[in-house]
C-alpha cells in the first residue's frame, strides 16, 4: 500500500468535510464566534498529537541516545518547530495555538474555563477525566475523546495517520474555503485569524503535508498490516471531525 493508496480509500470521507455545510455557514462575525469557539479545542489537541509523536519517535529524555531512524527524527523535528514556534504576521515567534487565542482576543472572544481546565492536566488519563466530567457539546466530547484515548492506546503509526490524513493533509482544502469567506466579509476585524488560517494553509498545503507523508512511508515501510490499520485510523479520525463539524452547525 502506498499514501496514494490510502488516499484514494479515504476521499468520500474528506469529500463529506470539503462540501460540508459549516462554511457557507460562517457568514457574520456571530457565526465565527461560535465557529471558534468550539474550534479552539482542535487546535489544541492537535498540538498534543505532534508531541505525541515526537515523544515517541526521538528522543526526550536524559541521557541522549539516538532513537529510530534519523529520517524519521528529522520529519517529526522539523514538524513540531513549525507547529510550537512559528511566527506571526510581524515576525514574532508563538505557537499555532497561542496565535490562534490572539486571534480570539482580537474578535473580543475569551476562551472557555472549560479550555483553562484542560490545559492544567498533567496526564492522559486526567485529561479524559476532565473530558468526561465537563459541560461540553458532546461533539467535541467525542472529538477530544478519540484524540487522547488514541495518544494512550493506539500504535505509533495509527496515530500518525490520524495527525497526517485527518489534520495536516486535510486543512489546506478545509480552511481556503473558510479564508475566502472572511475576506469577503469581515477582513479588518480577522486580520490575524486570516493570517493564522492562510499560514496553515501555506506550511500545511506543502511543507509538512509533504514531511507528514515521508514519515508515514518510514513507520509503515512494507508492512501491509500497519498500512491497513493506518487507513482505518484515517478514517475514523475524519468521521469524528465531521462529527464536530456537525456539532458547530447545530449551535
Same mark, same amino acid.
Given at each position: 500500500m502506498t499514501i496514494q493508496t490510502i488516499n484514494?480509500?479515504?476521499?468520500?470521507?474528506?469529500?463529506?468535510?470539503?462540501?460540508?455545510?459549516?462554511?457557507?455557514?460562517?457568514?457574520?462575525i456571530d457565526d465565527l464566534n461560535c465557529f471558534l469557539e468550539n474550534h479552539i479545542?482542535?487546535?489544541?489537541?492537535?498540538m498534543s498529537l505532534v508531541k505525541k509523536l515526537q515523544a515517541e519517535l526521538t528522543c526526550v529524555s536524559q541521557p541522549w541516545v539516538p532513537k529510530?531512524?534519523?529520517?524519521?527524527?528529522?520529519?517529526?523535528?522539523?514538524?513540531v518547530l513549525g507547529e510550537e514556534s512559528d511566527v506571526d504576521q510581524h515576525g514574532v515567534i508563538i505557537s499555532h495555538f497561542e496565535l490562534y487565542l490572539r486571534a480570539m482576543n482580537e474578535l473580543s472572544i475569551e476562551a472557555s474555563p472549560i479550555l483553562n481546565q484542560l490545559l492544567q492536566a498533567r496526564s492522559i488519563d486526567e485529561i479524559l477525566q476532565k473530558i468526561a466530567d465537563a459541560s461540553l457539546?458532546?461533539?467535541?466530547?467525542?472529538?477530544?475523546?478519540?484524540?487522547?484515548?488514541?495518544? #494512550?492506546? @493506539?500504535?505509533? =503509526?495509527?496515530i500518525a495517520a490520524?495527525?497526517?490524513?485527518?489534520?495536516?493533509?486535510?486543512?489546506?482544502?478545509?480552511?481556503q474555503l473558510i479564508v475566502d469567506q472572511l475576506k469577503q466579509d469581515s477582513p479588518e476585524q480577522v486580520e490575524t485569524l486570516v493570517y493564522y488560517l492562510e499560514r496553515h494553509i501555506e506550511v500545511d498545503g506543502d511543507h509538512h503535508s509533504?514531511? #507528514?507523508? @515521508?514519515?508515514? =512511508?518510514e513507520l509503515c515501510g512494507s508492512d501491509q498490516d500497519k498500512w491497513n490499520r493506518a487507513t482505518q485510523a484515517a478514517i475514523e479520525s475524519l468521521e469524528v471531525r465531521k462529527v464536530l463539524w456537525d456539532g458547530v452547525v447545530a449551535n
Open positions: 484514494q480509500n479515504i476521499q468520500g470521507y474528506k469529500n463529506q468535510l470539503l462540501t460540508h455545510s459549516l462554511y457557507e455557514k460562517v457568514k457574520t479545542y482542535a487546535v489544541w489537541d492537535f529510530g531512524s534519523a529520517e524519521v527524527r528529522f520529519l517529526i523535528n522539523e514538524i457539546d458532546p461533539s467535541i466530547k467525542d472529538f477530544l475523546r478519540f484524540t487522547f484515548e488514541s495518544i #494512550a492506546n @493506539r500504535p505509533i =503509526e495509527e490520524i495527525f497526517t490524513f485527518g489534520r495536516e493533509d486535510l486543512i489546506p482544502g478545509m480552511f509533504q514531511l #507528514a507523508y @515521508r514519515m508515514m =512511508e
